[in-house]
């Protein structure tokens, strides 16, 4: 039930580049993706709500297949800030709203 | 606008001892969420409320865990008796409407003994 995040973790140089990939179940209404340091609460990047919408924040973009339940965030010339656990958090269609967080990407990002 | 508040941020008991966290959300949020976060792990819902409703506890251990959210404003985690598995980090959200973005608060550390 829990969306499937891969890779489970990523180890970049700065500069490189870095896809996360979120894949669900259940047919989704929204799916948001949070970046999380360690020891601190996950905090909100972006939102997408149509199938294959594409959003950007900064470097960071994201993609949502409606039809397939799938997200992609893409990390474009990573900084050493953007270290942290990412998570996607999604909603599914089915009655409730109910909001669950995927499994969780560990990247960190190399001087 | 003042955000998601929570208390105690630290707490240790000792097992089979109980354990209240409290959570504060952002004025005019009408979604609630409490979540258990153990280490290495993503966020597991606990319980989320629509205004004081229960929209979701599939994963609430009942016979232990028990959530209220009187008047629809702040809400009350409580854990009795505690367990060993329980050592988490318990985070609250509030979001204005169930697909929106959620605001979290720092989050209540619980080591269990």
């Known amino acids: 039930q829990q969306p499937v995040q891969s890779p489970q973790a990523v180890i970049l140089r700065e500069g490189e580049d870095a896809v996360i990939n979120c894949s669900s179940s259940k047919a989704l209404y929204s799916v948001h993706w949070y970046r999380q340091k360690h020891g601190e609460a996950p905090v909100f990047l972006m939102i997408l709500l149509k199938g294959g919408e594409q959003k950007g924040h900064e470097k960071i973009s994201a993609s949502f297949n409606e039809k397939k339940q799938q997200s992609s965030l893409y990390l474009t010339a990573s900084q050493l800030s953007y270290s942290g656990t990412y998570f996607c958090?999604?909603?599914?269609?089915?009655?409730?709203?109910?909001?669950?967080f995927g499994t969780g990407t560990r990247l960190k990002v190399l001087a | 606008e003042a955000g998601v508040a929570q208390s105690p941020r630290y707490k240790i008991i000792e097992k089979r001892q109980s354990v209240a966290f409290w959570c504060n959300p952002i004025s005019g949020h009408a979604t609630l969420y409490w979540y258990q976060q153990i280490l290495g792990q993503g966020p597991k819902l606990l319980i989320q409320f629509q205004n004081n409703g229960v929209v979701d506890d599939s994963q609430l251990p009942k016979d232990r865990f028990s959530a209220e959210r009187l008047k629809g404003v702040d809400s009350t985690l409580k854990i009795q008796p505690a367990k060993l598995e329980d050592s988490a980090v318990y985070l609250c959200?509030?979001?204005?409407?169930?697909?929106?973005?959620?605001?979290f608060g720092e989050g209540s550390r619980l080591t269990v003994l």
């Open positions: 958090g999604t909603v599914s269609t089915s009655g409730t709203y109910k909001y669950i």
């Open positions: 959200a509030s979001s204005r409407d169930p697909t929106g973005e959620l605001f």
